[in-house]
T-cell receptor, first 114, second 112 residues
Framework: NAGVTQTPKFRILKIGQSMTLQCTQD?????MYWYRQDPGMGLKLIYYSVGAGITDKGEVPNGYNVSRSTTEDFPLRLELAAPSQTSVYFC?????????????FGSGTRLTVV | GQQLNQSPQSMFIQEGEDVSMNCTSS?????WLWYKQEPGEGPVLLIALYKAGELTSNGRLTAQFGITRKDSFLNISASIPSDVGIYFC????????????FGEGTQLTVNP
């Protein structure tokens, strides 16, 4: 049981480049989330999804896009990378909203924009 | 939006000491969760709390859901070097659906 898998683990982008951070889970969780973690800071919600075909903005959505075509996958797209997007990105999932058993997190993607 | 104030920001302790950290909020939460993050990894759930006043243990870790539903604390007894990491509190509010609000984290260093 792999849990939440994120790829790549590390990436360096030049300003203005685009990339997609991949996230897939094999636990049949409906709810999925993207967070960013800046050095010495907590987790800020970028986007989330309550099921296939449904996505919504979190606290810091600007500069990002998401899609949720299947239950398993929740990719995060950066269209025009900026230095302010240098961060560690975490994908997470959970089973239900009725009682929050906590999220399962991936191991993160460390992104540097130069 | 909802915010959590977590303190202290960092702690430097000797092996064997007890540790206490806490989170407070201006909003009521229905669920409090405590996570640990080790270097290069995502956060891992330690303890989940669902009722005001609830006290739950997980080995040397004990956490409580505050009576007012606006705070929670985590205690670690007899710390060991592998306790090193960042500890996060997280809360689920009454109107936030499944979304969690995270504290800023407490960086724990344990000197052998």
């Amino acid at each position: 049981n792999a849990g939440v898998t994120q790829t790549p683990k590390f990436r360096i982008l030049k300003i203005g480049q685009s990339m997609t951070l991949q996230c897939t889970q094999d636990m049949n969780h409906n709810y999925m989330y993207w967070y960013r973690q800046d050095p010495g800071m907590g987790l800020k919600l970028i986007y989330y999804s309550v099921g296939a075909g449904i996505t919504d903005k979190g606290e810091v959505p600007n500069g990002y896009n998401v899609s949720r075509s299947t239950t398993e996958d929740f990719p995060l797209r950066l269209e025009l990378a900026a230095p302010s997007q240098t961060s560690v990105y975490f994908c997470a999932s959970t089973q239900t909203a009725s009682r929050n058993y906590g999220y399962t997190f991936g191991s993160g993607t460390r992104l540097t924009v130069v | 939006g909802q915010q959590l104030n977590q303190s202290p920001q960092s702690m430097f302790i000797q092996e064997g000491e007890d540790v206490s950290m806490n989170c407070t909020s201006s909003s009521i939460f229905n669920t409090w969760l405590w996570y640990k993050q080790e270097p290069g990894e995502g956060p891992v759930l330690l303890i989940a709390l669902y009722k005001a006043g609830e006290l739950t243990s997980n080995g040397r870790l004990t956490a409580q859901f505050g009576i007012t539903r606006k705070d929670s604390f985590l205690n670690i007894s007899a710390s060991i070097p592998s306790d090193v990491g960042i500890y996060f509190c997280a809360g689920q509010g009454e109107t936030s659906g499944s979304r969690l609000t995270f504290g800023e984290g407490t960086q724990l260093t344990v000197n052998p």
